[in-house]
């Protein structure tokens, strides 16, 4: 099992551009997050979808959008980036409604 | 490697003693608390969770404490052994809302 994939792995933008995260779980879990980690600031939570075919803020939604594409696949996307995105994102899955939340490996993001 | 991490609280332990980390949480609705550990460069693993009607949680090596009078978490990791040396963060889920809210974090060195 794969678990929770996610792409690129890496990416460096400039200010003013746009890009997609990609993320896709195969462990047919309801729901899905992306958080963003900063250093000394632990994991903020930008979006999250509970079940297939809805969508919430979490903490940080602003610069960012999301979709729900189907139950494996959740994409994050910047319009228009900025230095302040730089950071790393994690995608994660979880089954709803029990502890555990299954991450990915993260995607480093750099915004000049 | 990873920049996660450069200002959390440090906590110092000599390998073989026991280690004791501490989180406080915020909504006092949140149904599961759960422990994660993030090594450098990889997204963070589930270590233990516990369910909100519970006070105390044993798996191999590690303990969880749950007090709800002070919105207080703690992580007891036995016999600590260099492998241990990570950030480890708290995170609380609400099921009114399916979030997971992470805490800031703390690093934990183990010397030898």
């Known amino acids: 099992n794969a678990g929770v994939t996610q792409t690129p792995k890496f990416q460096v933008l400039k200010t003013g551009q746009s890009m997609t995260l990609q993320c896709a779980q195969d462990?047919?879990?309801?729901?899905m997050y992306w958080y963003r980690q900063d250093p000394g600031m632990g994991l903020r939570l930008i979006y999250y979808?509970?079940?297939?075919?809805?969508?919430d803020k979490g903490e940080v939604p602003n610069g960012y959008n999301v979709s729900r594409l189907n139950k494996r696949e959740f994409s994050l996307r910047l319009e228009s980036a900025a230095p302040s995105q730089t950071s790393v994102y994690f995608c994660?899955?979880?089954?709803?409604?029990?502890?555990?939340?299954?991450f990915g490996e993260g995607s480093r993001l750099t915004v000049l | 490697g990873e920049s996660v991490g450069l200002h959390l609280p440090t906590l110092s332990v000599q390998e073989g003693d026991n280690s004791i980390i501490n989180c406080a949480y915020s909504n006092s609705a949140s149904d599961y608390f759960i422990w994660y550990k993030q090594e450098s460069g990889k997204g963070p693993q589930f270590i233990i969770d516990?369910?909100?009607?519970?006070d105390k949680r044993q798996g191999q090596r590690v303990t969880v404490l749950l007090n709800k009078t002070v919105k207080h978490l703690s992580l007891q990791i036995a016999a600590t052994q260099p492998g241990d040396s990570a950030v480890y963060f708290c995170?609380?889920?609400?099921?009114?809302?399916?979030?997971?809210?992470f805490g800031t974090g703390t690093r934990l060195k183990v010397l030898a």
């Open positions: 979808s509970a079940s297939e075919g809805t969508t």
């Open positions: 462990m047919n879990h309801n729901s």
């Open positions: 516990i369910r909100s009607n519970m």
């Open positions: 995170a609380e889920f609400y099921s009114g809302t399916y979030k997971y809210i």
């Open positions: 994660a899955s979880s089954e709803g409604g029990t502890g555990e939340l299954f």
